[in-house]
């Protein structure tokens, strides 16, 4: 299988009050045009999207514009949030986006039955896990682990990963 993968976007950034928008915009079209080249299975977007969890209207606008120029290439799409995003509004229409092939996860596991959320995707040498770990926090899952000290990123991340059901027979890939 063939992924791009993507990180820190920062879309929306501003440096020294300049606006990286309209560079932004094309890197990005830059990443359709090469999507379309390549024909991947899947586009990872590993966190950052936007720059603040406030997200400017424009900044909104041009994510949308990329979802939209990668969705028409009938492409997976997965996308965690990382520590600059907001988890509220970087879900807003998760639930329609995934009939699009559009993954998102923006909280880890914080209830005993929840699980990290997990897409199969399958080739001609079989499946492909891909499991959607966002940024995770210390005191988001610590209420699922009272048994043990999480006190740190480290052992957030180490704590849910090993509750999870991983077959390492298979194929897996971690967002």
Same mark, same amino acid.
Request: hydrophobic share 45%; proline share 3%.
């Given at each position: !299988? @063939?992924?791009?993968? &993507? *990180?820190? &976007?920062?879309?929306?950034?501003?440096?020294?009050?300049? *606006? !990286? +928008?309209?560079? %932004? @915009?094309? +890197? #990005?079209? %830059? =990443?359709?045009?090469? $999507?379309q080249k390549e024909r991947p299975d899947g586009v990872l977007l590993a966190g950052d999207i936007y720059d603040k969890p406030v997200p400017s209207a424009e900044a909104v606008q041009v994510f949308d514009e990329f979802l939209n120029g990668l969705a028409e290439q009938k492409v997976s799409i997965f996308i965690i949030s990382g520590n600059h995003d907001s988890p509220e509004r970087l879900n807003y229409a998760s639930s329609f986006m995934e009939k699009h092939? +559009?993954?998102? *996860? =923006? !909280?880890?596991? %914080?209830?005993?039955?929840?699980? &990290?959320? @997990? =897409? $199969?995707?399958?080739?001609?040498?079989? #499946?492909?896990? /891909?499991?959607l770990l966002p940024f995770t926090k210390p005191g988001y899952v610590r209420p #699922?682990? *009272?048994?043990?000290? /999480?006190?740190d990123y480290e052992t957030a991340v180490r704590a849910i990963l090993e509750r999870e059901s991983i077959d390492i027979s298979q194929r897996n890939i971690l967002v």
């Open positions: !299988m @063939k992924f791009i993968h &993507l *990180s820190d &976007l920062h879309i929306g950034k501003r440096v020294n009050e300049f *606006s !990286m +928008i309209e560079d %932004q @915009k094309y +890197i #990005l079209r %830059q =990443v359709i045009e090469l $999507v092939q +559009i993954y998102i *996860s =923006v !909280m880890p596991p %914080q209830k005993a039955d929840e699980y &990290l959320k @997990k =897409v $199969v995707l399958a080739d001609d040498y079989g #499946l492909v896990n /891909i499991y #699922l682990f *009272s048994d043990r000290d /999480i006190s």
